[in-house]
């Protein structure tokens, strides 16, 4: 299975464009990057999943790279709201229905 | 459209006693999950049902816990006798349909329940 490193944690301004960056250099061809988070106190939340394409919907921006080996998620706008973990996960091959959750990125919003 | 509801969302109960977690997916999901959650493992997938028949249940941590789903809207996770180390979130989790390899289909978490064993 691929295996995804991201940084601990990172700051961002209220306001403000969060990048969120992920390495997954062992990645298949046939594997989706996902991205979750987990605000306090409640169950992970899908943010957006892509393939090779960079992706966009209400919440945010996947921007894979042409070698597919690393990935940025981009809160467009960032709120308090958003302060979360940030989960970067590729879908296994032999087990497609698991979602291994690493350690992932703690990102705090300040005002 | 109502999200993944989970029942209680606190359990603190005494050890030896039997706990069970109800669970109700998103209406017209196929597929359920059952995940525990600690500071020490992080989440960990304990059961998969698919059309609410178990398909892996490798992540089940001993015969204590079971879990069942007699019908596409209600699933339970028992476990029998409870033990202070089975203090956890639990999260119940649903997807649209049985994940075709490769394919994206997002699970869909509640806001789990989380277990206090004294």
């Known amino acids: 299975d691929a295996k995804t490193t991201q940084p601990p944690s990172m700051d961002c301004a209220e306001g403000r464009a969060a990048n969120l960056p992920c390495n997954h250099s062992?990645?298949?061809?046939?594997?989706?990057v996902y991205w979750y988070r987990q605000i306090h106190s409640q169950g992970p939340q899908y943010i957006i999943h892509?393939?090779?394409n960079n992706e966009t919907n209400e919440m945010a921006s996947l921007i894979i790279t042409e070698d597919r080996k690393s990935s940025t998620l981009i809160l467009p706008h960032a709120t308090l709201r958003d302060t979360a973990v940030y989960y970067c996960?590729?879908?296994?091959?032999?087990?497609?229905?698991?979602?291994?959750f690493g350690a992932g990125t703690t990102v705090t919003v300040r005002a | 459209d109502a999200g993944v509801i989970q029942s209680p969302r606190h359990e603190v109960t005494e050890m030896g006693q039997e706990v069970t977690l109800r669970c109700k997916p998103i209406?017209?999901?196929?597929?359920l999950f059952w995940y525990r959650q600690t500071m020490m493992r992080g989440l960990e997938l304990l059961i998969y049902?698919?059309?609410?028949?178990?398909i892996d249940d490798s992540g089940m941590p001993e015969d204590r816990f079971s879990a069942k789903m007699p019908n596409a809207s209600f699933s339970t996770l028992k476990i029998q006798p409870s033990e202070p180390r089975d203090s956890a979130v639990y999260f119940c989790?649903?997807?649209?349909?049985?994940?075709?390899w490769g394919e994206g289909q997002p699970q869909h978490f509640g806001d789990g329940t989380r277990l206090s064993i004294l």
């Open positions: 989790a649903s997807s649209p349909a049985l994940p075709q």
């Open positions: 062992t990645i298949s061809g046939n594997e989706y």
């Open positions: 892509g393939l090779k």
């Open positions: 996960i590729v879908r296994s091959r032999s087990n497609d229905y698991k979602l291994s």
């Open positions: 209406s017209g999901h196929n597929s």
């Open positions: 049902f698919n059309n609410n028949v178990p």
